[in-house]
C-alpha cells in the first residue's frame, strides 16, 4: 500500500513543477525528460575553437545553456575509441548527464549504440545520419545537416569569381559525405559557368596540416584560383591559398577572417537551428526527435557573408541558388556521368535522397581519381 | 649461470647468524629497495607541486583539481573501472619499450605493432565469422595478432643485429608503414562497403566478441596485461635466457666475449615486445571497437613509451604506473567539465610528471640512508 504512494507522491511533486507532462507522455520510454535540473553531455573530437567542425559545434552549443535549468557540461579533444564511451558513461555517472550529444562521426558504432542500450533512461543523440529506426536503440537519435547543398552555393559563387575557371579541392577521404561536397560544389560552379572544372586532392586522413598546406600549394600551382576544402581544420588551406593570391571558400565554420582579401563565401552547418530545437523541446519537457536531418530547406545549413573574394555576379547568382535550395531546386539533376565516363546518377534525385548518401565517384568535370 | 640469484644475494659469512640476521637482513633490504618508491613518490609530490603553480597562475584551485582526479579517477566504483580499462592498453604497450629496453634498445614501435595486430587479427576473422566457434575464432586472432606485431617489432630488432640499423628510428618508421597498410586495407579490398563514411574492415558481431571480466566493466585486456607483466618479469629475473638478455643489455661486447647468443636474444625480445602491443590491438578489435579502422592508431602504443620509462622498464611497476596513468586520463574529463579547463591541461601535467622523474633518476645513490648498512660500513 505505501509503496505506490509514495511513486505518487513522488509523480505529484514533478508535477507541481509543472512536468508531470512529461512524465505522463513518456510513461514505459524512460524517466521524465525535464528542464529542470537536465545536464546535457557535450562530447568533440577536437579542439573547440579549431575554425571547423568542432567550433561550428561549440558555438551552437551555446543556445543550450541559455535554457534555464540546462546545464552543459563539455569535453574535447575525445578520440573514437573507447575513451568517448567513457567519457559519456563518466558524464551520465558522475554529472548526472540526461542527455548526450555526440558530435563526431566515429562515435556512432559502436560506442553510442552500446551505451544507449546500457543506459535506457538516457538520451543519446549524435550528429551524423546513422541511426535506424528497426535495429537502433529508442533513446538514441541522428541530426544532421546537408553541408553539400552550402557547398553547392560555394562553387555558383567561386563559378563567377574564377578568371581560370580551375577551381581546387583539398580533401580528407574519398568517402560518401566528403565527394558529395566535391560534386555539389562542381554542379554548382557548372550551373553558371559550364566551363568550370574542379581539381581535387586527397590528403588520406582528417587532419594534416603539412599535406594540406601542400596540397593547397600544389593546387595553385596547377592554375586554380579559388580553394576549397573538406578537412577538420581549414585554417591551413584557407591561409596558404590567401598567402598564395588565390581566392577560398571556407568549410564548417567562418573562415573570414583568415582571409580578407580572397574570402568569397564559405559553407556552414547551421547547428544552432537543431540544438534550439532539442532546447525548446526539453523546455516543453519532451524527447528530442529521435531523427532530424535536412539542408537549407530546413535552416540547417547556412552560407558564411560574402568577403572581398566574391565578385557581384557571384552573390547575385549564389543568393538566387540559396532560394532555390530553400524552395527544394535539385541539386543533381540526372543523368550524371562520373570522371570515367559511365552513367552513376540516372535521373534527378532530390536533395535530401538517400541514394545521393551512398556517393563513391566524381562526377564528370572533377579532376582527380578517389583511388 | 643457471645459479644467477645466488649471485646477487648478499655473501652470507659477513652476517651475523640466526633469527637476528635474517630480520636485519630483510630490513636492510626493504631500506634498500624502499629508494625505488620513495624517489618517483616524491618526483610525483614535486610534479605535482609544480603543476599547482601553474594552476594558480590560470587562477584555479589545486584542492579542487586533485578532488576531480580523485573523483574522476578513482573514488567511484565507476571511475576506477574506467581508470582500469583505460589502462589496459598502456600495460600491454609498455611492456613493447620495456622488454626490449632491458636487452639495450630503445624500441618505440609499439603503436605499429598494435595497429597491425589488430588488423591481422580482423582480417583474419572475417572469413571465420559465422563459420568457426568464436572461442576458436578469438583465440586464433588473438595468436595471429601476437605473430604479426611479434614480427613487426621483431624486424627493427633483426635490423639492429644484423645490419646496424639505428632501431629507434626504424621502429618509429615501421609504425608509419604499419598504419599506412592497415589504411591501403581497410580503405580498399577489406573495407565493409555497407559503412560509406568511416572506412572500417566488416563487424565482427557481437558473438565474436571478447566479453568483460565477471562483476565488473573492465575487458579481458587488463588481466591478461597484469598476468604477462608477470610472466616476463619471472622471464626476464628468473631465467637464463633473462639473465643473458640483462647482459646483453648491460655490456654488448661482454655479451658476445661471453659467446651469448646475442642476436638470438635481441630478435626474442624484439618479437617479444611486438607480441605485446599486437595482443593490445587484438584486444582494441575484439574487445572495443568490434572491427578494425583508423580509430587503431590512437596513440596507445606512444603513451606505452611513458608508461614504461616511468615504470624504469620493471614489468612488475608498469601496472601500477599505467593505472596511474589511466587515472589522470579518465579524471581529464571531468576536469575539463567541471573547472572549465582546456583538455591540454592533462598533458601538461604528464609532462610535468615524465620530466621531474627523469630528472629524478639522478638521485638514486645519493641518500646514505637507502644503502644497506653492510656497504655504508665498508666504504
Redesign the interface.
Known sequence: MSAPEISRRALLKTSTLGLAGAALALGGVGRAFAAKDLTV?VVYVG?RDDFGWNQAHAVAIKALKAVPGVKV???????????V???M???I???GAGLILATS??YY??FVVDLAKKYPDVEFRHA?PLWNKDKDPKNAGSYFGYLNQAHYVDGVAAGLSTKSNKLGFVAA?????VLSNINSFLLGARSVNPNATVQVIFT??WSLPVREAEAANALVDAGCDVVTCHVDGPKVVIETAEKRGAKTCGHNASQAPLAPKGFITGAEYKWETIYKGYAADIAAGKLPPNFIAGGYEADFVRNTPFGAGATPEGQKAALAAIEGLKARKPIYVGPLKDNKGKVVIDKTYDNLDPFL????YLLEGVVGST? | MSDAPAVTSPAPVLQPAGAEATRSDWVERLRASSEYVAIPVFAVAVASALFALFLLAVGKSPADFIAYVW??GFG?A??FQ?TL??SAPLILTALAVAIPARIGLIMIGGEGALVLGGFAAAALAIPMIGVAPPMLTLILMAIFAMLVGGFWVGLSGFLRYARGVNETISSLLLTYIGIAIM?FFV??ALRDLSN????STK?LGDAYMVGKIPGTDVHWGFAAGVFLCVLLYLLLERTTFGFAARVTGGNYRAALAQGLPVGKLIVTCSAIAGACAGLAGFF?VAA???RA???LA??YGFTGILVAFLARHNPLVIPPVAILFGGI??SG??I???MDL??ATVLVLQGLIFVVLLTSETLYGRFAFFRPRARRDRT
Open positions: 553531455g579542439a557540461v563539455e569535453e574535447e579533444n575525445v578520440p573514437e575509441t573507447d575513451a564511451s567513457k567519457s558513461e563518466s558524464m555517472n558522475l554529472d562521426f566515429g558504432t559502436p551524423a577521404k574519398p568517402i560518401a559525405s588520406g586522413d548518401d551512398k556517393m563513391d583511388t | 573523483r574522476g567511484t565507476f571511475s574506467n580499462q583505460r589504411n580503405e580498399g560509406p563514411n568511416k572506412p563487424p582494441e572495443i571497437q568490434g579502422n583508423a580509430s590512437a596513440g586520463v579518465a574529463g571531468l575539463q567539465r567541471r582546456p583538455d
